[in-house]
């Protein structure tokens, strides 16, 4: 008799093969976006510094030829608290990211930014982007921000690259038992803890693998 097909969790669909075989070759052709906002920002307790970011537009126009191309869309709605962030392959194959939202204050300009940047990061997250962090994260935390436009080159500092995405993705792919998932978990959580953050596509793989190692054998 042939088993139900229950997702493995609720964040992908239950196959995940031409997805994940579009979102490679994506990530493969991707043009990162260019980092052309510069950001002062005076903190709380008085001081100031400045760093450079691409923002949410600048994200997703970077994105949107590849994701074409490769048959990817990418939504975001707002459900019950949580920012949900659907990225949707022309199969009807689906992986997907939750975040619980902030509670929402009088101060609407702070709570708006912070959903902006909330969206921004999930969806980098889920496409495996590499931007660097954008003036809403400090917004959002009370600080304030002056936000300039530019055409500069710099690398910023970044949370990973598409390199590390791929090489910690094969390193999980390759992991036959436990020990080996631990092994691989722990090297890239001590190497490159943003790698692990959930929504991740390493994330999302490493789900996938420890419920698979979970399940008993098939007789």
Not at 117 to 141: E, F
Request: hydrophobic content about 35%; charged content about 20%; glycine content about 6%.
């Amino acid at each position: 008799m042939e088993e139900n097909k229950t997702p493995i969790n609720s964040f992908m669909s239950p196959e995940i093969k031409d997805i994940s075989a579009a979102l490679s070759a994506f990530q493969g052709s991707l043009v990162q976006p260019k980092l052309e906002k510069e950001v002062k920002v005076r903190t709380k307790t008085g001081g100031e510094y400045k760093f450079k970011y691409a923002d949410l537009s600048a994200c997703v126009k970077s994105a949107a030829p590849a994701l074409k191309e490769q048959g990817l869309s990418v939504s975001q709605i707002i459900n019950d608290g949580k920012l949900i962030t659907l990225l949707s392959h022309t199969s009807g194959q689906w992986f997907k990211s939750e975040l619980l939202l902030p509670a929402q204050s009088a101060e609407y300009q702070a709570f708006g930014s912070a959903i902006t940047y909330l969206k921004r990061y999930s969806y980098c997250a889920i496409l495996g982007i590499v931007a660097d962090t954008d003036d809403d994260a400090n917004i959002a935390c009370g600080n304030e921000a002056t936000i300039k436009d530019r055409s500069i080159k710099t690398t910023g500092q970044v949370a990973f690259t598409g390199a590390q995405l791929q090489q910690a993705i094969s390193e999980m792919n390759a992991v036959t038992d436990e020990p080996g998932f631990f092994k691989v978990w722990n090297k890239w959580s001590h190497e490159c803890t943003a790698i692990c953050n959930n929504g991740t596509e390493f994330y999302k793989v490493a789900v996938s693998k420890r419920q698979s190692l979970s399940q008993p054998a098939a007789k």
